[in-house]
């Protein structure tokens, strides 16, 4: 059998006992429509490779004895980091794909990269004293545009998170020569919403984010859209009138920071939720908010906007920005909100190392 068509196989396998658990090869070949043979010599491979363990008999159709099999509980795990401005998470799934560690610690809303790596490699040093399967994969969600060809942080300006490490492993506790996968945290968000979210079955979609910073991911054509230096959809960065950027602008408002450089979600959600008239400032807010997003919509056309990160839980700045990008927008664009809330980053961030620890199966 072709090593393409072996792996198609076992990824079928492994999708049916990540879905359902512990089944017989007779249903896995009845679920995919693979016969019963290919599937039979599917699970040897994945036997062989300790992938999948046999738990013997049980009693099936009918009463007849059938043969279980499930995903192996001792395999592995794919670890996912995510450092923001305020907030830090490590989470941890299984080769399933189900939560076994989840990690999260509200940080200074003022703090920095390196403030951030040192709360996240405590974190990750918890996990590491609880968890003892081998690590296959990791991958670290960044609050900053990161370059895709050397997973470096790009240095832009008025950025919330400056700096750079050599070595995001190392950085972590994770050793020198770990294999880290880093990528913008509004890109794992997106990530997130494709796999797990409201746009399962969309193909091209816009994803903001809006949180201690704003931004974008585009998603078109079923593929992330990252940019040739990994600054595309960075929002925060856009020029308004003056020569302002977004970012500049927001974060000296009074939903800002004291530092004057990145969004106080705790201090905007606040004023946001007051009962009482929006003052003029938060809606010169939602006017700057609603013209980035729509000229974003206007250039790549992606038909569905999706807001999430902490500041979509607010209700009254959703509704206001929806009814402002509906009204300017040159197209119909339905915008609707992220059910996955803060969590975002860290779900894309873990899902694509459980992505990634799956490729790198296919590849041995």
């Known amino acids: 059998m072709p090593a393409s068509l072996a792996h198609l196989t076992d990824d079928a396998f492994l999708g049916v006992l990540s879905a359902e658990g512990a089944v017989s090869r007779a249903h896995v070949a009845k679920v995919t429509g693979i016969s019963k043979p290919t599937i039979s010599e599917a699970a040897q491979r994945l ?14 159709h009918r009463g007849r004895p059938t043969q279980l099999y499930d995903i192996n509980p001792h395999y592995g795990h794919a670890l996912g980091v995510a450092l923001e401005r305020g907030h830090v998470a490590v989470r941890v799934l299984n080769y399933r794909g189900q939560i076994v560690c989840d990690y999260q610690l509200d ?60 070595s995001f492993g190392a950085a972590l506790g994770l050793g020198e020569d770990e294999s880290v996968h880093v990528d913008n945290d509004v890109n794992w968000a997106t ?127 959703v509704d206001a920005l929806r009814a402002r990008i509906r009204r300017d927008a040159l197209t119909d664009v339905t915008v609707g909100t992220s059910p996955l809330g803060r969590d975002a980053p860290i779900s894309g961030a873990a899902i694509g190392a459980l992505e990634l620890a799956r490729e790198r199966r296919r590849q041995r």
Do not use: W
């Open 47 to 60: 036997l062989a490779a300790g992938i999948i363990v046999d738990l013997g008999l049980s009693a099936g």
């Open 107 to 166: 940080t200074p809303a003022d703090g920095d990269l390196f403030t951030a790596l040192a709360d996240a490699r405590g974190l990750v040093a918890k996990y590491c004293r609880h968890l003892r399967t081998p690590r296959l994969a990791t991958a670290v969600s960044v609050a900053a545009p990161v370059d895709p060809t050397t997973s470096t942080i790009v240095q832009v300006p008025d950025a919330p998170f400056t700096g750079t490490v050599a």
């Open 191 to 317: 990530l997130a919403e494709h796999r797990l979210g409201s746009m399962r079955d969309v193909s091209d979609f816009l994803y903001v984010y809006l949180g201690a910073g704003v931004g974008a991911g585009l998603l078109l054509g079923d593929r992330l859209h990252r940019g040739t230096r990994g600054v595309a959809g960075e929002l925060a960065f856009t020029a308004l009138e003056g020569g302002q950027t977004l970012m500049r602008r927001l974060a000296s408002s009074v939903i800002g920071t004291d530092d004057g450089r990145s969004i106080d979600t705790a201090r905007a959600l606040r004023l946001f939720a007051d009962d009482g008239p929006r003052t003029a400032e938060l809606d010169h807010i939602l006017d700057d908010l609603a013209r980035v997003i729509v000229n974003v919509t206007t250039t790549i056309d992606p038909g569905r906007v999706v807001l999430g990160g902490p500041l979509a839980a607010s209700p009254s700045l």
